[in-house]
């Protein structure tokens, strides 16, 4: 299995390979104006050919594509855990080198419980992407929060069936990070700020309910999660976010509000046709968020949640199998 193999499709530049881990060997195969050209074999250095952490950003539904890039690239990834829900394009954009992942693949062709989220965040942290600023469609399960406002969940509560998928670790390797508080609160609060000087209304903190879907709740269900005090519920957002726990990056959400569920009985519920047109209007609420919050993000990677695999990691060293040095990659590569 190759690892974190990048097929790189310059837009307006020749491509630029980068390391999924120091001092490693990989194949890498690139490409030139969208045709094959050669490939090689490459041992990289360890500061993975870039001169500073970058931003990633994960769209949900209704932000498939990002514009403002400047030296856009398109990078197409294979990781250990197979294919990330899509191309990433990278570029720079208020001075800062980000990288933008679509969810569910441009189209939306792939349902929360398909998608695979130990590749979408490998895949990010293979580019050095040490934030990830989360877009995400969500349902309010309480009274005060109306649909096109923005939720920044603060928690998360798991009914979810596919955790095994959640964690990079296994194979030889254990590790248990600390996950009581599982957003990052100096990047919630800067997507606070940001999400305020656009008008747009804005709840700092709540609890995320995560359901697998695809269906939506059934009336019980939703009746359930607005009693024990949830706050909006989805389907895709705390497996990510336990995964960039993992991987040492600091990551905040974006839920945006499109419907009341089906626990409120005088509101129809909520179907794909009820919520398209809030979708959209959220998606140019989350552009607008970004543009702001993008260049206030510190360029140092220290914050605590960069550290979180420092007391984690529980077996020995010396125990580690080969194989799963291998394919955790730039997960652990500090620790090597």
């Not at 965040?121 to 050095?128: E, G, H, K, Q, T």
């Not at 726990?245 to 509101?267: G, N, S």
């Amino acid at each position: 299995m190759m690892n974190a193999v990048e097929v790189d499709r310059p837009l307006r530049h020749l491509p630029v390979l980068l390391a999924p881990r120091a001092n490693h060997q990989m194949w890498a195969i690139v490409t030139t104006n969208n045709s094959l050209q050669f490939s090689i074999s490459v041992r990289f250095n360890s500061d993975h050919g870039m001169n500073e952490p970058a931003i990633g950003i994960i769209g949900g539904s209704g932000l498939y594509q990002l514009e403002g890039f400047e030296e856009l690239a398109e990078h197409e990834i294979e990781t250990p855990f197979g294919p990330p829900s899509d191309s990433i394009i990278g570029g720079i954009m208020f001075a800062r080198r980000v990288y933008f992942l679509p969810r569910h693949g441009r189209g939306h062709r792939i349902l929360p419980h398909e998608l695979n989220h130990r590749a979408n965040i490998y895949a990010l942290r293979s580019l050095n992407v040490r934030w990830i600023i989360c877009v995400t469609a969500v349902g309010s399960l309480q009274e005060k929060y109306v649909p096109r406002d923005v939720l920044l969940p603060s928690q998360f509560f798991d009914r979810t069936s596919l955790r095994s998928c959640h964690t990079f670790f296994g194979e030889g390797i254990a590790a248990h990070v600390s996950f009581a508080d599982p957003i990052s609160t100096k990047l919630r609060e800067m997507l606070a700020e940001a999400t305020r000087s656009t008008g747009a209304t804005v709840h700092s903190g709540g609890t995320y309910v995560n359901m697998d879907g695809p269906a939506f709740s059934t009336r019980a269900e939703s009746e359930f999660n607005r009693r024990n005090g949830f706050d909006v519920i989805g389907m895709t957002n705390l497996p990510e976010a336990k995964l960039a726990r993992e991987a040492e990056i600091a990551l905040a959400t974006m839920a945006m509000i499109t419907d009341y569920d089906c626990w409120k009985v005088e509101e129809e519920p909520v179907s794909v046709q009820t919520v398209i047109g809030h979708l959209l209007a959220n998606a140019e609420t989350a552009k607008r968020v970004l543009a702001r919050v993008i260049p206030e993000i510190p360029r140092e990677a220290n914050w605590s949640e960069h550290r979180a695999l420092e007391n984690a990691i529980i077996t020995d060293r010396k125990l580690w199998p080969h194989g799963t040095i291998k394919k955790l990659g730039p997960i652990i590569e500090r620790f090597l």
